[in-house]
């Protein structure tokens, strides 16, 4: 893997363990805070450089590194503060790779399409228990994005045993990406016919759990 040089805006719950997890595979990583008491929050193990200062403040940003950045993620309280730093990143250092936590919904969008990349606990963390609360029969692997798809799994019915795994997949929606067989999971191929007790493992959009659901009810 290579190592990249990535500055972490914000050393808060989010941000430094994050910067731990960059320092933990090799990466160079410089934090940056207002407060220095943030910086306790790092692993005794983090081996990156820590700067107490303003992000905006071009001085603090060229301590960091930012001409040199090949990715940015900015993890403060502050949706506004998070896209500035990213756009400054982006327009003046050009750096190629950003990602920033946005708690506004509605602003996540107006980001995404400045090309910035978005987390949304906001967003995830609302579609995740709607999931739960709405279709608990369904096993969320992994959440893409803000929520806008779900990686779940769920037990082939046995009404659709013997049919052709094409059958479970609707463009655009719902896709299978693998069928776990005999405890032994394989990419799912054309023809390839389903069995009873196999596990799909599924990418669903979030506006066509109802397709899934369709499927449960066979």
């Known amino acids: 893997m290579n190592e990249i040089n990535v500055v972490v805006v914000g050393c808060g719950r989010v941000g430094s363990h994050l910067a731990d997890l960059l320092s933990s595979e090799g990466h160079r990583v410089a934090v940056i805070d207002k407060d220095p008491k943030a910086f306790r929050r790092l692993s005794t193990g983090f081996k990156g450089i820590r700067i107490q200062g303003d992000a905006l403040d071009r001085e603090i940003l060229y301590q960091a590194g930012i001409q040199g950045a090949d990715a940015l993620a900015a993890a403060t309280d502050s949706d506004s503060l998070n896209a500035t730093i990213a756009i400054i990143a982006k327009n003046k250092f050009r750096v190629p790779k950003l990602a920033i936590r946005v708690f506004d919904p509605s602003d996540a969008e107006i980001y995404r399409r400045l090309g910035i990349l978005t987390v949304s606990p906001t967003e995830w963390g609302a579609s995740l228990m709607k999931d739960?609360?709405?279709?608990?029969?369904?096993?969320?692997?992994?959440?893409i994005g803000s929520g806008e798809v779900q990686i779940i799994e769920l037990a082939v019915p046995p009404a659709l045993a013997g049919r052709p795994v094409e059958d479970v997949n609707v463009p655009r929606e719902v896709m299978t990406v693998a069928v776990t067989r005999q405890g032994k999971a394989v990419v799912p191929y054309q023809g390839m016919l389903l069995q009873d007790g196999d596990i799909l493992t599924l990418a669903v959009s979030a506006t066509a759990m109802s397709r899934v659901e369709e499927l449960l009810s066979h």
């Not at 739960?132 to 959440?143: A, G």
């Open 132 to 143: 739960m609360l709405v279709h608990p029969e369904l096993h969320s692997k992994l959440t």
